[in-house]
């Protein structure tokens, strides 16, 4: 058995060995039944004084969302200045200008959004300040907005009949003081000690062995790149994300990243099943999303591992797969690994070069990322799954001829409405942004803006368009990874992914919220012989097959034109 | 919703004084008792520092074993892979002429004896590792250079071929800088 293989496993089972629990641990300590965490309880207090908040008060859905919704937006003001200002405030001893305002846009709406599309490069495009009080700050606040809609869903389905969705401050504070800050610490130290920096001084200099100057960027960096992946963010503190080595030093390391972004999406699946004491269902979930994530990751590692055609017709040995864009202390396969589960629980950080994957392995991560309910983000992946699962239960409901119900609430015309808008909203949103892209590419290429138009891609011909069919995809699904060859920072991709990124993230948290908040206010009907089972392997095939085709059909031409067409372009 | 901007202003408050300033003062605090201080590992010869050791550094005189093509120039106040497609001409072009320049330094060898790793650009272009096979085809240049037997650069090699994690997990790798290192203090 090679050594690359027993890697991938060992994550994997890790992985699982650290879900399962915590899942239980979420559901009992947002239930508010005794954890071994309730220690924490005064620093909750406290900050709740300080904020004037009563974290028992009740919220409708309508409450729930408007304050989300508030605190999301001041975010966005507050942010947006301070990164246009931040070569004028402190903390910056490598001397960084400040942002442009489209630049600004792009950034500040990227990290509000959990996203972390990066259309600079950390090094010389953000000071320590902006690094630690906005994007540090953001990748905390914004997976904990994610995990605190996620519990209102979860919270409309426990009782019988509820208007309660519970208070979005109390899930918010808890899932960072109980959740993402321990794990954060644990983690950061553990990167410390392996050799990412973690302190405040500026760029460090050497002179190398041949007698060249160099410097060094550093800086505070384990800090945020714990957060980033334990919080399903991605944006990296380097340019080269987990692919620099010190930010992701050694195999270890590399295991622990990759180990960290998938507990808490596998673990909210579980927490769902708990916390409304339907188990099963939970477990029904998690197996569909298993099944969906191995059928993107074997064929992805499989395609990495042959290599490159073009390159073995050279005669070259690639004798542990492609390696252009990649690192030796990872290696093919676990890189391979990585890239499946960043692109399908959104966190868009990369330990290896994306753009210079193989055609089909692209394909795989656009269908990660287009589908975005395998797992998904912290807390949002339960949130996209739920739509496709009215769309299930809807669709059986038609099959079967009687009115469709979920978990003793009738599924009714407006709840169906709200669940189609949200599922048409991806592919209108990708195809018309990447239509739009290709147009300005050809019809103006010589507009004057910091990057011109035709000397956006970095490659010609079908990846050319699979580069900008990724930055579209990747921000709606607010992923945050790149075909980074793109030339991306310039008014058109900074205000036209930004829009992207705003409505890829609020309508999908919207939607399931209202439609979650709507049904719990139904009248309960007890289950009968006739009641659609949704705990149930069958339902869960039909909703794996409402996944696919809907997603077949919505994205099979953009890929055909990209990826596809790319791969039968190469030798074989 | 006036409630709600208060206390989200509040709020925002609260956190960053928990989240950007307790938390990663204390982390950084505790990350001076590793290796490098909270700074990343050096390695110094007579008191100079000549490199981090997690970093790759730019290697092309024929005295040394060199390290991966990078798309920075091994510039590390930035970071970046080339980001070329699998597909691209002239990608495949810059690829083909790696190869040359690597047989014209190394005339002992076939093309099939390469490794891609020597020929393709890593993702961060700072990558401190080559594979053992990568290794391997330089020592016969290294050795005729320094005026040393093949056996010695290959024993050199060999000590510092690091195994996978635990000896189990991951691929296996050289560190470029720490050998070259131990090759100029190596005696003839």
């Known amino acids: ?89 402190p903390f910056n001893p490598d001397g960084n200008p400040g942002m442009t305002p489209d630049l600004a846009f792009n950034t500040i709406i990227s990290f509000v959004v959990n996203c972390n599309l990066q259309h600079y490069s950390g090094e010389s495009g953000l000071t320590y300040l902006t690094q630690q009080f906005i994007i540090m700050f953001l990748m905390f606040t914004s997976a904990a907005t994610g995990i605190a809609c996620a519990v209102a869903l979860f919270k409309a389905f426990r009782d019988k009949t509820t208007t309660n969705l519970g208070n979005f401050w109390e899930f ?21 000690f392996n050799g990412t920096p973690a302190s405040y001084e500026g760029k460090g200099q050497f002179i190398s062995l041949q007698g060249d100057t160099v410097n060094v960027s550093r800086g505070p960096a384990a800090q945020m790149i714990a ?41 909210m699946i579980l927490a769902f099943g708990y916390f409304i004491r339907r188990k099963k269902l939970g477990w029904v979930i998690f197996g569909v999303m298993m099944v969906g994530m191995f059928m993107l990751m074997i064929p992805t590692i499989s395609s990495e591992l042959g290599g490159n055609p073009n390159i073995a017709k050279m005669g070259i040995q690639q004798a542990s797969g492609a390696m252009e864009g990649k690192e030796v202390r990872i290696g093919p396969m676990a890189t391979g690994y990585w890239s499946t589960l960043t692109t399908i629980v959104s966190t868009g950080s990369v330990n290896g070069m994306h753009d210079s994957t193989m055609p089909l392995t692209g394909a795989w991560q656009l269908l990660g990322m287009m589908i975005n309910g395998f797992f998904g983000g912290c807390g949002v992946g339960i949130l996209n799954y739920f739509i496709y699962l009215i769309i299930a239960v809807f669709i059986s409901g038609l099959m079967v001829g009687r009115t469709p119900e979920f978990l003793g609430h009738k599924v009714e015309a407006r709840e169906v409405k709200i669940a189609a808008l949200i599922t048409l909203l991806s592919p209108f949103l990708i195809m018309a942004g990447t239509a ?38 990747s921000a709606n699904a607010n992923n945050g990874s790149g075909f980074e060859g793109l030339g991306d920072n310039n008014i058109f991709w900074n205000v036209s992914t930004g829009f992207l990124l705003i409505l890829g993230r609020f309508l999908p948290i919207i939607g399931p919220v209202a439609i979650a908040g709507l049904l719990a206010k139904k009248k309960f009907i007890p289950e009968s012989a006739g009641t659609l089972k949704t705990d149930t392997v069958t339902f869960g095939l039909m909703t794996f097959a409402v996944i696919l085709v809907l997603n077949a059909l919505s994205y099979f031409p953009a890929l055909a034109l990209g990826p596809i067409a790319e791969y039968f372009s190469m030798p074989k | 919703m006036k409630k709600y901007i208060i206390q989200s202003i509040r709020l925002t408050v609260a956190l960053t004084l928990l989240l950007c ?63 070329k497609g699998p597909t691209n001409p002239d990608y495949l072009k810059q690829v083909s002429d790696r190869v040359d320049t690597l047989l014209k330094y190394h005339p002992y060898l076939k093309k099939t004896d390469i490794p891609a790793d020597m020929v393709t650009a890593s993702g961060s272009g ?63």
Do not use: C
């Not at chain 1, 340019?239 to 050694?250: F, I, K, R, T, V």
């Open chain 2, 21 to 83: 300033v307790v938390y990663p003062l204390l982390v950084a605090f505790i990350g001076k008792l590793s290796t490098g201080k909270g700074n990343g590992e050096t390695i110094s010869v007579n008191g100079k520092i000549v490199g981090y050791a997690a970093l790759g550094q730019k290697f092309d005189q024929p005295k040394y074993f060199w390290g991966r093509p990078s798309a920075v120039d091994y510039n590390a106040a930035g970071s970046a892979g080339s980001n």
């Open chain 1, 227 to 267: 957060i980033k992946h334990i919080g399903t963010n991605g944006g990296g503190w380097f340019g080269a994300n987990s692919s620099h080595p010190l930010e992701n030093p050694n195999y270890f390391t590399n295991m622990v990243e990759i180990i960290s972004q998938m507990i808490i999406p596998m673990a």
């Open chain 1, 436 to 473: 739009l892209a290709s147009y300005v590419f050809v019809a103006h290429g010589n507009a004057d803006w910091a990057v011109k138009p035709s000397a956006w891609l970095n490659n010609p011909g079908y990846h050319g368009f699979s580069e900008m069919l990724y930055e579209m995809t």
């Open chain 1, 1 to 89: 058995m090679n050594s690359e293989f027993l890697g991938i496993v060992a994550s994997f089972l890790i992985t699982l060995l650290i879900a399962i629990p915590l899942g239980r641990y979420l559901a009992k300590m947002f239930a508010g039944e005794r954890v071994w965490t309730d220690f924490l309880k005064p620093l909750e207090i406290g900050i709740f004084k300080l904020a004037g908040i009563r974290p028992d008060e009740p919220m409708d859905w309508k409450q729930f969302l408007k304050a989300m919704l508030t605190i999301n937006l001041l975010w966005l003001v507050y942010g947006f200045f301070v990164l246009i200002y931040q070569d004028k405030l």
């Open chain 1, 172 to 192: 918010f504070v808890k899932s960072i003081t109980r959740l993402l800050l321990p794990l954060s610490i644990v983690m950061a130290l553990l990167l410390t």
């Open chain 2, 126 to 188: 700072l990558d401190p590792d080559i594979s053992a096979a990568a290794a391997a085809i330089q020592v016969r240049r290294i050795a005729q250079n320094r005026g040393l037997s093949v056996e010695q650069v290959t024993k050199l090699v060999e000590e510092h071929t690091e195994k996978p994690l635990a000896g189990m997990f991951g691929p296996g790798k050289v560190n470029v800088l720490k050998l070259n290192v131990a090759l100029d203090a190596l005696k003839k």
